[in-house]
């Protein structure tokens, strides 16, 4: 079997795999299949046979197929559940409302990187080393410490400490589906990870002894998250993972997937890492 082994892509299968992949590709294996089975009935098994277990192991067959696959399902009129079992996160419909993942609490604040680490390092939050940055020590033990007394807040108490300590928060509640969320919003349609809100509430609370502007205490609590190598609800060490899984988000031909932070227990996404606009 380890030849076989070797053949399996783990991007396209096991939990990855994309099932409109998987079923158009079967969709063709088939119609060749039956297209031989008239004219060359020993080549249509063998065939059948190489194009399942390839489709099997890799996910699909065609090349490309992650890439116009999606679309195809997109443009069918087939129902998008029949190929999800679960709503994707971030587009919840548990009771007909449209929820979406926010990326931070500071989505609509816009300032540029540049800036956000400009004065992140003026008020002596970050340091360079080379080209690496860093918070500094003082900051970072202030943040861990109290990223693990959030921890141990229930979702309700995170809830209301959002919207007690940001001015810009006027409804947090909790939201629960495979995952725990904080919903956001008059209409609590954004959704935003619980880690997150541990790890952007710390930050922000640390944050207001050293910065006087509020849109860039919230945009440098976004940028903290980069620095997070464990999960501040379940300390797991986070992963590396791409942005896109075929069915996700499709990006333009020439565009890098972004590289994300994800922390593999709570399954959410910790930070990205944006390197296409950059
Ligand atoms: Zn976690």
Same mark, same amino acid.
């Given at each position: ?78 129902? +998008?559940?029949?190929?999800? %079992? /679960?709503?994707?996160?971030? *587009?919840? #419909?548990?009771?007909? =409302?449209?929820?979406? !993942?926010? $990326?931070?609490?500071?989505? +609509?604040?816009?300032?540029? %990187? /540049?800036?956000?680490?400009? *004065?992140? #390092?003026?008020?002596? =939050?970050?340091?360079? !080393?080379? $080209? ?147």
């Amino acid at each position: 079997m380890d030849a076989l082994e070797t053949l399996r892509d783990e991007s396209y299968t096991g939990a990855n795999r994309c099932w409109p992949c998987t079923v158009l590709n079967l969709g063709l294996v088939g119609a060749l299949v039956m297209f031989l089975r008239g004219r060359r009935p020993r080549s249509s098994l063998l065939v059948a046979v190489v194009g399942v277990a390839i489709v099997y192991l890799r996910g699909y067959l065609v090349p490309y197929t992650p890439e116009f696959a999606p679309r195809l399902v997109a443009a069918s009129p087939v129902p +998008d559940e029949w190929f999800h %079992g /679960e709503p994707a996160h971030g *587009e919840t #419909s548990q009771d007909d =409302v449209t929820r979406r !993942e926010n $990326e931070s609490l500071a989505d +609509d604040v816009e300032i540029d %990187g /540049e800036t956000v680490f400009r *004065e992140l #390092s003026a008020a002596g =939050v970050i340091e360079a !080393e080379g $080209e690496q940055l860093f918070l500094t020590t003082t900051v970072d033990t202030a943040w861990h410490e109290r990223m693990a007394e959030l921890t141990d807040d229930s979702l309700d108490a995170l809830a209301a400490a959002l919207q007690a300590s940001l001015p810009e928060v006027d409804a947090a509640e909790p939201y629960v589906d495979d995952a725990e969320w904080i919903a956001l919003g008059a209409d609590h349609t954004q959704l935003l990870p619980r880690p997150v809100v541990v790890a952007e509430l710390a930050a922000y609370e640390v944050l207001g002894e050293r910065l006087d502007d509020e849109r860039l205490r919230v945009a440098g609590a976004e940028a903290f998250r980069m620095f997070l190598d464990r999960c501040p609800v379940c300390d797991s060490e986070l992963v590396e993972s791409s942005a896109v899984s075929c069915c996700g988000g499709h990006l333009g031909p020439r565009q890098d997937p972004d590289e994300t932070l994800v922390c593999p227990t709570c399954e959410q996404r910790l930070y990205t890492f944006e390197l296409s606009d950059s």
